[in-house]
T-cell receptor, first 113, second 113 residues
Framework: DAGVIQSPRHEVTEMGQEVTLRCKPI?????LFWYRQTMMRGLELLIY????????DSGMPEDRFSAKMPNASFSTLKIQPSEPRDSAVYFC???????????FGPGTRLTVL | EDQVTQSPEALRLQEGESSSLNCSYT??????LFWYRQDPGKGPEFLFT???AGEEKEKERLKATLTKKESFLHITAPKPEDSATYLC??????????????FGKGTKLSVKP
């Protein structure tokens, strides 16, 4: 298996633009997680899905953030409109069971100017 | 509130100089404690899961131990390739964040030849 795949790896955009981050989880994993990592706050959970259904979105910082999982092999995290404080590395992770280890993708480094 | 504190923030070792990293936690019933390794520009890579006080796990030069309040990651005779940031995370059994991984900010380890 190729592991968790994320695209793009780097994104530079201007304030106010829409940003869409993409993730393909490991085949057979029922759980998908979106995280954000910054120097100040470390790694924080934004939202997670089970069997394509959003279960806990309490970590989503604002209504500007939204996430979808239309099928078992694809998820998106969208920021609209983007702001400079959204600059961070965004990771997608997947696992086969709720309590098991999570496998992380390589991340998307987002810079909002 | 569930919380994870890692120390030190950074650690410089000479090759072969053994040491330990600390992860202190407060959690509403520990379901599991996870150690991850993160290389620059990459996603966290799973190392160990510990579930109960007294448990130990080993992998090459790394050994993780767990008490009711903290976990240690012991590094024996480290090599330069062990240089990375080591992240600790806890998973709570109860409370609003139950089942989610709560990460510490990590310890950045540098091993000089």
């Amino acid at each position: 298996d190729a592991g968790v795949i994320q695209s793009p790896r780097h994104e530079v955009t201007e304030m106010g633009q829409e940003v869409t981050l993409r993730c393909k989880p490991i085949s057979g994993h029922d759980y998908l997680f979106w995280y954000r990592q910054t120097m100040m706050r470390g790694l924080e959970l934004l939202i997670y899905f089970n069997n394509n259904v959003p279960i806990d979105d309490s970590g989503m910082p604002e209504d500007r953030f939204s996430a979808k999982m239309p099928n078992a092999s694809f998820s998106t995290l969208k920021i609209q409109p983007s702001e400079p404080r959204d600059s961070a590395v965004y990771f997608c992770a997947s696992s086969n069971l709720r309590g098991n280890e999570q496998f992380f993708g390589p991340g998307t480094r987002l810079t909002v100017l | 509130e569930d919380q994870v504190t890692q120390s030190p923030e950074a650690l410089r070792l000479q090759e072969g100089e053994s040491s330990s990293l600390n992860c202190s936690y407060t959690v509403s019933g520990l379901r599991g404690l996870f150690w991850y390794r993160q290389d620059p520009g990459k996603g966290p890579e799973f190392l160990f899961t510990l579930y109960s006080a007294g448990e130990e796990k080993e992998k090459e030069r790394l050994k993780a131990t767990l008490t009711k309040k903290e976990s240690f990651l012991h590094i024996t005779a480290p090599k330069p390739e062990d240089s990375a940031t080591y992240l600790c995370a806890v998973q709570a059994r109860y409370g609003g964040s139950q089942g989610n991984l709560i990460f510490g900010k990590g310890t950045k380890l540098s091993v000089k030849p």
